[in-house]
């Protein structure tokens, strides 16, 4: 069985530009969560979502948008990006709405994000 | 809120050597516990959990043990490989997410 696919692999970027990023989940997985990982730090959670809805959202400004799609890929927005920007952005998905972390989280390759 | 610590690397050993890398957290309730590796150039993979206290998540040889009382959940390996080289992230499980420190990079030298 696939495992969580994203694309693109690598993308770059300018200042102030927008990008799209996305994110196939494992067939039957309905939820859906980004991250974010700047080089040589841990993931940092940015959004959840299950059944199209937001369950969860980090503390990311209002330039990062996400949605899910009614086969349960979603989609990650940036807008105006900035240098800081630049990282891998990760996609987990998992069977339902994580719990107590009771559905385990199945990561993606990434997307690297290179913004310049 | 919700926090994790993790041992400082790099951590640098010999094939066959002991691992122990040590993961403390703070959070809310019992959260389920998890131990992901990230190899260069990939993203996360899990590599075992534990859902409730006392409970011992192992895969590929690695163990770790959910400790309650000193609300720890520290990752262990007998012997470890050149293969092991990687990245080593403690996450427990918060409201709707998983929170991760630093993590702990490891290289296994022959």
């Known amino acids: 069985d696939a495992g969580v696919t994203q694309s693109p692999t690598h993308l770059i970027k300018t200042r102030g530009q927008q990008v799209t990023l996305r994110c196939s989940p494992i067939?039957?997985?309905?939820?859906v969560s980004w991250y974010q990982q700047v080089l040589g730090q841990g993931p940092q959670f940015i959004f959840q979502y299950y059944e199209k809805e937001e369950r969860g959202r980090g503390n990311f400004p209002d330039r990062f948008s996400a949605r899910q799609f009614p086969n349960y890929s979603s989609e990650l927005n940036v807008n105006a990006l900035l240098l800081g920007d630049s990282a891998l952005y990760l996609c987990a998905s998992s069977l339902a709405v994580p719990r107590a972390g009771a559905d385990t989280q199945y990561f993606g390759p990434g997307t690297r994000l290179t913004v310049l | 809120g919700d926090s994790v610590t993790q041992m400082e690397g790099p951590v640098t050993l010999s094939e066959e050597a002991f691992l122990t890398i040590n993961c403390t957290y703070t959070a809310t309730g019992y959260p389920s516990l998890f131990w992901y590796v990230q190899y260069p150039g990939e993203g996360l993979q899990l590599l075992l959990k534990a859902t409730k206290a006392d409970d011992k998540g192992s895969n590929k040889g690695f163990e770790a043990t959910y400790r309650k009382e000193t609300t720890s959940f520290h990752l262990e390996k007998g012997s470890v490989q050149v293969s092991d080289s990687a990245v080593y992230f403690c996450?427990?499980?918060?409201?709707?997410?998983?929170?991760f420190g630093t993590g702990t990079r490891l290289t296994v030298i022959p």
């Open positions: 996450a427990p499980f918060g409201a709707n997410n998983l929170f």
């Open positions: 067939s039957g997985h309905k939820s």
